[in-house]
Each structure stands twice: as C-alpha cells, then as structure tokens.
C-alpha cells in the first residue's frame, strides 16, 4: 500500500484494463505533436534557444509520469511560466547568454524546491490564499505582455530591449513602417490556419501542421531567393541533453528569489487548478495535491539536471489528453519518449521554421488567458473580486510581472482579513405559525419581541473578527429599550478560539449589569466541546445553553410568567 501511494503511476497500472494501454499510449503521441512546436515556442518567449523547449518535455515528464496523481495532467514549457522567467531573469542578464541560460536552469531547480517542500510538509493549502480573481487578472495581463512580445517578432521589426512594456509599444508604432511583409504573411496565415483546423476538429494537430507548412514555405522561399531577412530558427542541436549540473552560487540564489517565488507559486496555482479540473467520470486517479505538489517539483529538479525550461501545467495540452482517453502517467511518459526521438533523429527538419509561426503558436494558445466571460461575471456579481482583478491586471501591466503577483497576493490576503475581521451577523425572528426564525431583513413577517434580540453569526468566531461581533452585539442591543433576553445563535459558528470565549464572557457580564439574560443556542459539537472545557460553561450555567431558538425562547416565556421561580435545569434541554 505504501509502495502505491509514493508511486501513484504503479497503483494505477495495477488498476489497468487491457484496453488502457492503447488509450495512454495514444494520448501520449496526441501531446508530442503538440508540445514538440510549443516547447519552442515558448523557449523563445523565454528568452532561450528553442532546444531548451524540447528538453523542457523530456525528463520532467518522465519524473511527473511516476510520482503525479492525475492521469490527465499534461506538464510541460507553458507560456506563463516563460513570460515569468523572462521577466524575472532578463532583469539580471541578457536573454540567449550563456549566464542567463544558467539563471533560467537554477530558477528550475530552485522552484522545484519550493514546491517538493510546500508538498512534503503538506502547505499546499497555502496556494488557496491567491484569491481566483487574482489569478484571473494577472493571466490576463501576461497574455497581454507576451502579445506584445511576440508582436515584434510577427512584425519583423527588430525591437531594443526594454523592460517596460510601453515603451516597447511606442516603439513598435513609430518604426511600423520597417515591418517584414513576409513575416506578417507568415503569422497571419498560421493564425488563420490553426483558427479553421480547430474549427474542423479539435483533435486534428495543429500546431504540428503549421510547423510543417511554414518550414516548406521557408524554404522554398529561401532557395528561390524570396525569403528576404525572414528570420527562421536556424540550427537545433541533435541528440538528448548531457547530465549537468545547475549552476550555484549564493550570490545568484540571492538574486533570483523573487522568481524563484513567482515561478513556483503561479505553477502550484496552475498545476492543481487543472489537475482538479479535468473531470473524469472513472476513479482509476485520484489527485491527492500535497502529492502532486512533490511530483511538480520532482519533475522541475531533475529536469534542471538536463537543461530544460522550467515545466509546469498545460490546460490545452491536458485537455487533449483528456479527450484522447488518458488514464495514467504512461500517457506523459510517452509523450517524453517522443520528444525524445525527435530530438535523437529530427531536429534538423526545424532549420527552416520561421519564427513568425512560433510567435503564431503563441498568440494564438494565449487568447484562452484573457478570460472576458469571467470578467463579466465578476463585474456583475462581485464587485470587490472585480476590483481586485482590475487592480491586478493594471499593476502588471504597466509595472511588470512580479509587481502583479505581489500585489495580487497582497490584495488576496487583505480582502481575506477584512472578510474575515467582518463576519455575517443577522438579527432573527420568529414566522408566523412556526418554530422557525430567520433574517428580519430578508423575511418581512418574522417577529421578535420588543424584549428580546436574537443574533446570529455565520462564521467563526476568533481574534480577529471578535471586536465586530462584539460591537454589533451591543449596538443591536442599544436600538431595543426594553431589552432583556439576548439569545445568540451559534449554528452557523463552526470554531471558536480562546478570545471569542473572552468576548462571550465579557458579553455575559455587560448584559449581566444592565438585567438582561445572555444564552446561547444551537452551538455545534465543536464549539461545544471547547465551550465545556473553558470557564465560560460554570460562568454562564448549563441553564443559559439551549439546543433550539425556540427552547429559550419558551423556557424565558415561562420565567416570565413566574419570576420568583428562577431557572430550572431539569426544564431546559441543554448542550451540554
């Protein structure tokens, strides 16, 4: 059992039908015809040569194949993680040199650190405090930044290097008379193509197919001397990548932290985002996300041994692998073994690929980051969460990328706290004819008693939210002279800390001087169970602890009628 569950691929293969070998297998060959022209592409955007792309898809999915726990996954060079390296890395060195291909490996190996640790001590949790729409704002941004840098390449204009965005659009506009026609033609004409294939059949490959048809318009171009300056990617080296060591230096390390965090978190978010939402109706993979947090950082450490592009998680290519029937890791792992191939017998085929069809590839794989339709809902239906997004988006935007994460975090951690600090709290009262109280303000024919106020809060009650609470309390109390009964329901309370018991025993006694009862209803096992251990139960008596609003409220109806009989605890149907 053991053995299973730290090699989820050979719990899985244990679980196989005679027909799912043929399923992850051809899934498995579906992917490579993906990622082999993606893994280019987003080399480029990178800042590297597109070999490291390739590399990018060979031993990460191999590592990922034995150790993920979701059979659909499909890791891999995304354009995420590519436009974060290129941020992050091309402040430090300049993109294609020798030290900034060193930093981007290290950035890989770093990351994965990040993320086998957050996995082994199982604080893969801590990714839910990036709020969606964060995550929604800043992929929109990025979609945004790698348009416009691959729009100096689909135009053919030689762009200076820069890292604010603006100033490269400037540039762009003024210098739009030396666009390359050719270069336009070529990554139109690919759009075109990928837009009417996928209209066809989603199944169809197609991003291999424009590879192919661009690499023979090239080079018939260029040995009938109509290539002009079409830039192509030139020679790709041949053979599997040589073991390697990441370069360390603590200098370098120091230098690369604030990367090293932005790439390793927005890859968990990515990671088990997708791997949790590929629905799949046969239980033959479970995705268990503390594993899957050391399997993603698994595969990136090995893969820094090997040169290749910090991995991470591929809707589209999850998707495909998903509609093609994958059941397990054998599915990635086949997918490496071609890449392999390609990379043993096939790479110099992509001499003639001109660079205008990657950055095709990549404009049009980057359109699904612009979420418009998320976009609408937030701004119809949560106006904080499309506040947060928009504040996200402009920050990247205009102040780069790691500038946009953090603030993004920021703005989830603070609308978290506040949120959190502010609990739902409603006064209640009775229905007609009924045992029943709800909301006074969203039932128009609930009553209460002039001399009674019955609260409710829907959220835990802790430090950090009890100043509200006990604030709302006695405002509620303020608004009602001749108050004498508060009754607290505590239903909707699922936890309470050692200062939400101070505060109650604090409400106690000011409604203890001013003659006015304080019970409290319906606390759930939880709450109870911390309630008979602290003070407050001998400070408050069995007597002011009720299972319904409608107990106390009798049971005080029967104080009423006879106020020299005092409480009974044989009358009262308690908690405790």
Same mark, same amino acid.
């Given at each position: 059992m053991k053995l299973e569950r730290l090699f989820p691929l050979y719990a899985n293969l244990k679980k196989y039908e005679s027909h799912n070998w043929r399923q992850d297998i051809l899934a498995g060959i579906t992917v490579s015809v993906i990622i082999i022209p993606q893994g280019m592409a987003y080399a480029l955007l990178a800042g590297l040569p597109p070999i490291y792309g390739l590399y990018g898809g060979l031993i990460p999915l191999v590592i990922y194949g034995i150790f993920g726990t979701s059979g659909q996954l499909s890791i891999g060079p995304v354009a995420i993680s590519s436009i974060l390296l290129f941020a992050g890395v091309s402040e430090i060195a300049a993109p294609l040199s020798k030290y900034y291909i060193e930093l981007v490996i290290l950035v890989g190996f770093l990351a994965g650190v990040l993320q086998l640790l957050l996995g082994i001590f199982r604080l893969g949790f801590l990714v839910n405090f990036i709020s969606q729409p964060v995550v929604t704002g800043f992929t929109?941004?990025?979609?945004?930044?790698? @348009? &416009?840098? =691959?729009?100096?390449?689909?135009?053919?204009?030689?762009? $200076?290097?820069?890292?604010?965005?603006?100033?490269?659009? !400037? %540039? *762009?506009? #003024? #210098?739009i008379t030396e666009l390359d026609w050719l270069a336009v033609v070529f990554c139109l004409t690919s759009i075109a193509i990928l837009s009417v294939l996928k209209k066809i059949n989603k199944a169809i490959p197609r991003s291999l197919i424009v590879v192919i048809l661009g690499i023979l318009a090239a080079y018939t171009l260029t040995h009938n001397s109509l290539a002009g300056q079409l830039q192509i990617v030139g020679g790709i080296p041949t053979g599997l990548p040589a073991f390697e060591m990441p370069s360390f230096s603590i200098e370098n390390i120091l230098l690369l932290i604030p990367t090293v965090l932005t790439v390793g978190v927005m890859g968990v978010v990515e990671c088990i985002g997708i791997a949790k939402g590929i629905k799949r109706d046969d239980q033959h993979s479970k995705v268990r996300p503390n594993m899957e947090l050391s399997a993603i950082g698994l595969s990136k450490i090995a893969g820094s041994f090997f040169q290749a592009l910090p991995s991470s998680g591929s809707f589209s290519r999850s998707a495909i692998n998903d509609e093609a029937g994958s059941k397990s890791g054998l599915s990635s792992i086949t997918t490496a073994v071609m890449v392999g191939l390609t990379l043993l017998f096939f790479t110099k085929l992509f001499y003639y690929l001109p660079s205008a069809v990657l950055a095709a590839i990549i404009i049009y794989a980057i359109k699904n980051l612009f979420d418009i339709k998320e976009m609408r809902s937030l701004w119809k239906s949560h106006k904080i969460d499309f506040s947060m997004m928009a504040v996200t988006f402009i920050i990247t935007v205009f102040f780069g990328i790691e500038k946009g994460v953090v603030v993004g975090v920021m703005l989830s951690l603070a609308i978290f706290i506040y949120r959190s600090s502010r609990p739902h709290m409603v006064r209640l009262?009775? *229905? $007609?004819?009924?045992?029943? %109280?709800?909301?006074?303000?969203?039932?128009?024919?609930? !009553?209460?008693?002039?001399?009674?106020?019955?609260? +409710? &809060?829907?959220?835990?009650? @802790? %430090?950090?939210?009890?100043? @509200? @609470?006990?604030?709302?309390? =006695?405002? %509620?109390?303020?608004? +009602?002279? /001749?108050? +004498? *009964?508060?009754?607290?329901? /505590?239903?909707?309370? #699922?936890? &309470?800390?050692?200062?939400g018991i101070r505060v109650l025993t604090q409400l106690y006694h000011y409604f203890k001087k001013r003659n006015i009862s304080f019970n409290i209803s319906g606390a759930i096992g939880p709450v109870r169970d911390i309630i008979s251990t602290s003070e407050l139960l001998t400070l408050m008596g069995q007597q002011s602890f009720f299972l319904e609003i409608h107990d106390a409220m009798q049971f005080y109806s029967t104080i009423e009628k006879d106020e020299n009989k005092g409480w009974s605890e044989d009358a009262v149907q308690t908690n405790f």
């Open positions: 929109a941004a990025a979609a945004v930044i790698i @348009f &416009i840098s =691959q729009l100096k390449i689909a135009l053919g204009i030689s762009v $200076p290097r820069s890292d604010n965005l603006i100033d490269t659009t !400037i %540039y *762009l506009m #003024h #210098h009262g009775r *229905l $007609p004819n009924t045992e029943a %109280y709800r909301n006074m303000e969203r039932f128009e024919d609930a !009553i209460c008693p002039e001399d009674v106020l019955i609260v +409710r &809060i829907d959220n835990q009650l @802790f %430090y950090a939210n009890v100043l @509200f @609470f006990e604030e709302t309390i =006695q405002n %509620y109390s303020k608004s +009602r002279p /001749a108050l +004498r *009964l508060v009754i607290l329901d /505590a239903s909707g309370m #699922h936890n &309470i800390d050692s200062t």
